[in-house]
């Protein structure tokens, strides 16, 4: 039986917020992102070492950043300007875990600046590391790939063989000896091997074996490991029929994993890490948009003002987002529709063929757990522009906390080819308040640069 999905805001609330903003836009929710970051730290309160370094990519956005960072809460960078992200909102190097593959020198040589701790993605960044720094920290990392399926008894949760991330296992013992050669002492080992697992045995199963691992390196190989991250991959209940994940289950099941594994071993005081960015941010936000057109051919299509441009997973992954048509949420759903953008691609669909209650033009539309790689893996096609993101504070008061893209920033870019004069005054033409953009072409009260045509 489906369960109900509802939105964190009412109709009305949502129409008070489009009153002041227009459609689309991201809207989080302060409170349930408050919760969650409490409920993790609860969930892994039995390990005094334990850190979420929250996965930046996910989410890369200031005001969400800082509120995590009240819960004792680093950054997962993945590149420069998501370290200079962290480095302008005061995270010290040790808040930063830098997990980036294909890695450019420079970026080695800024986390290094910083003191971030750094993963390095193949046993051939040591001597990247090398050339772009030279000495070698104290503490560095090194990400895991066991190839084959990872499966164990609930079925495969995902096949690392097919992964171009991280080191194979003779790889990682050698990477070990020779990290430890060149002067580190500290070795943390990470996997990432699954996406978005909706069930708790995730990252039990993949504690056993890194702490396994963990086990071996430190016999083996002369550098104490302390630090285990398990890294994100932690999923959530995008589909209302799923079961969500229960943080405090996977917490205990590490703990049991840890006191199995690592304790016995006389490890029992290596620190455990995660880098979880959809498990800590997707839930709260959501994309509101507005139902623009309806069209009736050989399918029943909702036309929205958002987009792949906005939200880009469904085109990409075919992935589900859950839709609650504001005012409706208890109406029978007994029309099947696509709720489609306009870019000028077939596969700009945010849904595909789903059951909704009758929807029409004017009609508000929340689109469910958005938070994490929603906002951030917007991009321009067609010049399309990447909406606001609004926070919802616990007040009831809501803040821009990213203003929607402006024709402006589209053509920035441009000012190498001499066009941006030109077009930064119809930019400015066309962002002026709405009811100056419909002044006719040849009217006097149409702004004009002196001297332009
Ligand atoms: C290195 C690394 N850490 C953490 C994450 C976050 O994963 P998730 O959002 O699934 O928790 C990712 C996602 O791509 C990643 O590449």
């Not at 630090?227 to 943080?247: H, K, M, Q």
Request: glycine share 8%; aromatic share 8%; proline share 6%.
């Amino acid at each position: 039986m489906a369960q109900q999905k509802r939105p964190f805001v009412s109709l009305d609330e949502l129409e008070a917020i489009c009153a002041e903003h227009p459609t689309p836009f991201y809207l989080y929710d302060e409170r349930g992102i408050r919760e969650r970051a409490q409920q993790l730290v609860d969930a892994f309160a039995w390990c005094p070492g334990f850190k979420e370094y929250f996965a930046v990519k996910a989410t890369p956005n200031p005001a969400i950043l800082s509120i995590l960072r009240e819960y004792g809460f680093g950054l997962d960078c993945s590149s420069e300007c998501e370290l200079m992200l962290a480095e302008a909102l005061g995270f010290r190097g040790d808040e930063i875990m830098f997990s980036s593959n294909d890695t450019p020198d420079s970026e080695f040589a800024y986390a290094a600046r910083l003191g971030a701790r750094v993963n390095l993605d193949d046993i051939t960044h040591i001597d990247a590391w090398e050339r772009a720094v030279g000495e070698f920290p104290s503490f560095m990392s090194l990400r895991f790939n066991p190839g084959g399926d990872f499966d164990f008894t609930n079925g495969i949760f995902d096949s690392p063989e097919r992964a171009k991330f991280g080191l194979t296992e003779p790889q990682m013992l050698e990477a070990a000896r020779e990290l430890s050669r060149r002067g580190v002492r500290e070795l943390g080992i990470h996997a990432l091997l699954a996406s978005n697992t909706v069930t708790n045995e995730y990252f039990p199963a993949l504690a056993r074996l890194l702490f396994g691992l963990a086990v071996r390196i430190q016999r083996e190989c002369g550098v104490r490991v302390s630090l285990v991250n398990l890294s994100g991959g932690v999923g959530v209940a995008y589909r209302p029929e799923e079961t969500p994940n229960d943080i405090a289950a996977i917490g205990e099941g590490v703990r049991r994993a840890f006191e199995e594994v690592l304790v016995p071993a006389g490890m029992g005081d290596v620190d455990i890490a995660c880098e979880l960015g959809r498990f800590m941010l997707a839930p709260f936000a959501g994309l509101v948009c507005r139902v623009t057109h309806e069209k009736h051919t050989y399918r029943d299509y909702l036309g929205v003002d958002a987009c792949a441009a906005n939200l880009m997973r469904p085109m990409l992954y075919d992935a589900y987002h859950h839709i609650t048509v504001m005012g409706r949420e208890d109406a029978p759903a007994d029309h099947t529709y696509d709720v489609v953008g306009m870019l000028c691609e077939n596969s700009d669909r945010l849904a595909t063929a789903r059951a909704l209650p009758e929807t029409h033009v004017g009609d508000l539309l929340f689109i469910h757990d958005v938070g994490a790689h929603g906002h951030s893996m917007g991009y321009n096609y067609n010049g399309r522009l990447r909406s606001a993101e609004l926070l919802l504070r616990e007040d009831g008061t809501c803040d821009v906390i990213r203003r929607a893209e402006r024709p402006s920033d589209y053509f920035a870019t441009l000012d190498v080819l001499g066009v941006s004069g030109r077009l930064a005054e119809l930019s400015e033409e066309h962002e002026a308040p709405s009811g100056e953009k419909s002044v006719p072409r040849d009217s006097p009260g149409r702004r004009h640069k002196p001297g332009r045509p």
